[in-house]
């Protein structure tokens, strides 16, 4: 059997969940049994999972059929655990196990992890012997960081002497290796357009909410100091790629002799006013300024992604903020915990097209902080303009509007509703209509960027004392 490992799509939910019941199935004659009989995955879950790119599958080279798969979560701001991890029965003993642990502990340690942790049962050997062969070693089950896994097993009537907990550590990533760094999305909570620049650019008011979710950018340093896009993107060349002219533009700035490789793994839908290609941007700026040891400071990081775009400033600062100004003004702000279902229509809206519109209004009343704490502005200047122009968001925003508020994300396509819980939001993402897509996110007070990074200089740190 020739396979491949790749990152798992929504599409493959159910494909994953029917492999997951087979391989439970060989636990048949096992104490855990009744246990493991009576539970079976979240769809909502393992899709949430997916989104957040935290689930591999190994498929068939010939067919693309899925074989297996290995699903991460993150415990905290320094260690994954493995949520599930399953091979289908009849492909065992090819290696296949093998190589999706392999590369899920290849990815945290990439993204700056520094340790996978993982409950397993004892006494099986493609369990807990399994993994001690793969790096990981037991740990004292009493430790209070398993102590929520435990109190699930005994609601679960799992048999407590045959649980252990398994911890492999992980190293830090050198500079000429791939690291791995997240690009968060944004939404716009409110935008209102209150004044026009002579060099017709427009004056603007809104608040960025950085979301847990987004792109991943994959960098490596290079000797030769050439920049390389090592992945496609759609319409967009590698010399128009705004990580390629990020990367180019901090080079310049610093005088830096290094190059970098830059992958792009796109989740942000292209020009969904979803900020996407400002982020990756953001991202590049500054993980190559720790990878390059480059020392440019943060006021200087943001006015390189001012030049790159308006939106650009905002990821490299990497805090929720008010904007003002045409988006540089920043302004942190603290906003309350929430989740939001972000909706994707599938259709272009060009920003520039927008901006020029006859019949936008540019002369909206200025507001404050205090009045958008208080709810009194949720309003966004262009979604009168984009539902007369775009059919398909104004029918998102009607859907939508009907279970919450529904809101324009910048000039759109992308639209969104806020929640107070987790649960209300995945309730509503349930319910979107298949001509639509549907993500749950949670708002972000620092940006996963600013954590990510945080996340790898403790490593270096570590690891060279
Ligand atoms: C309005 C926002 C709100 O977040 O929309 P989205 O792009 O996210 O939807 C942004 O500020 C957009 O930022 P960004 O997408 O980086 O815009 P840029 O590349 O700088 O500009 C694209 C074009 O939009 C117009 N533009 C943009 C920003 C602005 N304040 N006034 C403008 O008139 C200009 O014609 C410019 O050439
Ligand atoms: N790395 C990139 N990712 C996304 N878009 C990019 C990138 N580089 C250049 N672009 C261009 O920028 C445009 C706007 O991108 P994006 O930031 O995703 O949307 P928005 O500004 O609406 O939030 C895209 O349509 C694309 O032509």
Known sequence: MVFRIERARVAQVRALCAIEREAVALFRQHPVWPSYAAMSIPEQLLREGIEA???WVAVDEATARPLGFVWLERLNDDQVGICDFNVLPEQGRQGIGAALLKHACDWARAAGYRAVLLGTVADVPWNAP???KHGFVQVDKQDPEFAFALQRDRDNGFPDPLRVFMRRDLSAVAADEWSVWPAPAKLNLFLRIVGRRPDGYHELQ????????????SLR?????????A?????VPAEQDLVVRAARLLKNHTGCALGADIAVEKRVPMGGGLGGGSSDAATVLVALNELWQ???DEDA???LGRQLGADVPVFTRGRSAWAEGIGEILRPVSLPRRWYVVIDPQEKVPTAGLFSAPELTRDAPATTISNFTAGLARDNTFEPVVRARHPRVAAALDWLGNHATAQLSGTGGCLFAEFDSIEQARRI?????EEFSACVAEGMQDSPLALAVERHRRGNRQDLS
Do not use: K, Q
């Open 429 to 433: 993402a349930r319910r979107c209509p």
């Open 301 to 303: 990081l943001a006015e």
């Open 206 to 217: 809104t608040v960025f909410r950085i979301l847990d979710w987004g792109d991943e950018i």
């Open 130 to 132: 399994f993994y001690a």
């Open 53 to 55: 790119g935290l689930v």
């Open 221 to 229: 340093v290079r000797a030769d100091g050439e920049i390389v896009r």
């Open 231 to 235: 992945s496609e993107l759609a319409e």
């Open 294 to 296: 480059t020392g440019v």
